[in-house]
T-cell receptor, first 112, second 111 residues
Framework: GQQLNQSPQSMFIQEGEDVSMNCTSS?????WLWYKQEPGEGPVLLIA?????ELTSNGRLTAQFGITRKDSFLNISASIPSDVGIYFC????????????FGTGTRLKVLA | KAGVTQTPRYLIKTRGQQVTLSCSPI?????VSWYQQTPGQGLQFLFE???????NKGNFPGRFSGRQFSNSRSEMNVSTLELGDSALYLC??????????FGSGTRLTVV
């Protein structure tokens, strides 16, 4: 099925470091979402973005809707061990159907 | 406000059998989507239902089917199970443009 390109696929970082990940699409999106999934659970919505250029924060997390409308970025500042998990981006195409397309995920591991 | 409830949480089935998974969405949400998650393939879209009608469908064989009831509860069915159907099946409900809320999933193991 169709998926977004999400990078990096995985990363190990030291506690306290900042983290950046991004998601790109070949088509224009009108909504970008960022989710976090922990083992054995479903993804949990972190941030939703609805306008090009929009910058939204949720605690130590900040996400941006790219101005080209084909990408989005998620930053985590001062990472802590509980940030461990898989982060997924998801988007809804402007010219597409109502469904959300998901990225392949970024697996984050934080070293204490 | 209760979240999305999926039952059962875990299931073990034998090849060739069929299985039905259930999803109760958040009250007021008319859209219910189903995803298959495997380690190598990420989240693969199965189908979406909105007000009892299938609105979108992913690229899965006809063995995978679903339906939605008038109370928005949804079921998905997989017939003639294969080993490769072992996965975490996630249901998500939504309303409008506010993103999906996922359930905890049903872990299906086919032996």
């Amino acid at each position: 099925g169709q998926q977004l390109n999400q990078s990096p696929q995985s990363m190990f970082i030291q506690e306290g470091e900042d983290v950046s990940m991004n998601c790109t699409s070949s088509s224009i999106f009108n909504t970008w979402l960022w989710y976090k999934q922990e083992p054995g659970e479903g993804p949990v919505l972190l941030i939703a973005l609805y306008k090009a250029g929009e910058l939204t924060s949720n605690g130590r997390l900040t996400a941006q809707f790219g101005i080209t409308r084909k990408d989005s970025f998620l930053n985590i500042s001062a990472s802590i061990p509980s940030d461990v998990g898989i982060y997924f981006c998801a988007g809804r195409e402007v010219a597409g159907t109502y469904k959300y397309i998901f990225g392949t995920g970024t697996r984050l591991k934080v070293l204490a | 406000k209760a979240g999305v409830t999926q039952t059962p949480r875990y299931l073990i089935k034998t090849r060739g059998q069929q299985v039905t998974l259930s999803c109760s969405p958040i009250s007021g949400h008319r859209s219910v989507s189903w995803y298959q998650q495997t380690p190598g393939q990420g989240l693969q879209f199965l189908f979406e239902y909105f007000s009892e009608t299938q609105r979108n469908k992913g690229n899965f064989p006809g063995r995978f089917s679903g339906r939605q009831f008038s109370n928005s509860r949804s079921e998905m069915n997989v017939s003639t199970l294969e080993l490769g159907d072992s996965a975490l099946y996630l249901c998500a409900s939504g309303e409008g443009d506010y993103g999906y809320t996922f359930g905890s999933g049903t872990r299906l193991t086919v032996v």
